[in-house]
T-cell receptor
């Protein structure tokens, strides 16, 4: 069965510092991987996704993620965090034949210190 | 831009009431989803629909039903609301059921059952 683990429940970084949010997945074949962001009181917005090709994926708002098959990971990174990045981040995995259903991780809440 | 709207942002209901949560998308998407979001549990799929009048159970369908009479509208029904259904409910849609498809989310309905 597919599963997604986000090991960090809550992370605090200083504004301007770099950020890495971890995501590990369990899936037998090549997965489809997504990162979504949820700002306070809002729905989820897609940051980026990976389904084939280059393992380094660029997304919106200056985020990127790297797919590492050997580590079953899809970590999200940003070189310099802005206060507006404070939000909750969800990693998700999809599978062929799943009718587009996604399995979401439990989320990582990001706080940004001034 | 894809727009997914949900009928209410906040809702307060009493135990035993029948509750309807409405979701509308304006981009002719085939698939629509209902999730509930609880702190520490992430998003869990309740039901999804891949066509008009077609529906499939997700991971936690107990206590819920759905209706999709028109392509753009997907309703979640709580037949007899209970306090353990107090939660944030998120609706999403995707163009097709392909695994790589992006899901677009509404802003959510925060339901309190007293």
């Amino acid at each position: 069965a597919q599963s997604v683990t986000q090991p960090d429940i809550h992370i605090t970084v200083s504004e301007g510092a770099s950020l890495e949010l971890r995501c590990n997945y369990s899936y037998g074949a090549t997965p489809y991987l997504f990162w979504y962001v949820q700002s306070p009181g809002q729905g989820l917005q897609l940051l980026l996704k990976y389904f084939s090709g280059d393992t380094l994926v660029q997304g919106i708002k200056g985020f990127e993620a790297e797919f590492k098959r050997s580590q079953s990971s899809f970590n999200l990174r940003k070189p310099s965090v802005h206060w507006s990045d404070a939000a909750e981040y969800f990693c998700a995995v999809g599978a062929r034949g799943s009718q587009g259903n996604l399995i979401f991780g439990k989320g990582t809440k990001l706080s940004v210190k001034p | 831009d894809v727009k997914v709207t949900q009928s209410s942002r906040y809702l307060v209901k009493r135990t035993g009431e029948k509750v309807f949560l409405e979701c509308v998308q304006d981009m002719d998407h085939e698939n629509m989803f209902w999730y509930r979001q609880d702190p520490g549990l992430g998003l869990r799929l309740i039901y999804f629909s891949y066509d008009v009048k077609m529906k499939e159970k997700g991971d936690i369908p107990e206590g819920y039903s759905v209706s999709r009479e028109k392509k753009e509208r997907f309703s979640l029904i709580l037949e007899s609301a209970s306090t353990n259904q107090t939660s944030m409910y998120l609706c999403a849609s995707s163009l097709t059921g392909r695994a790589a498809e992006t899901q677009y989310f509404g802003p959510g309905t925060r339901l309190l059952v007293l």
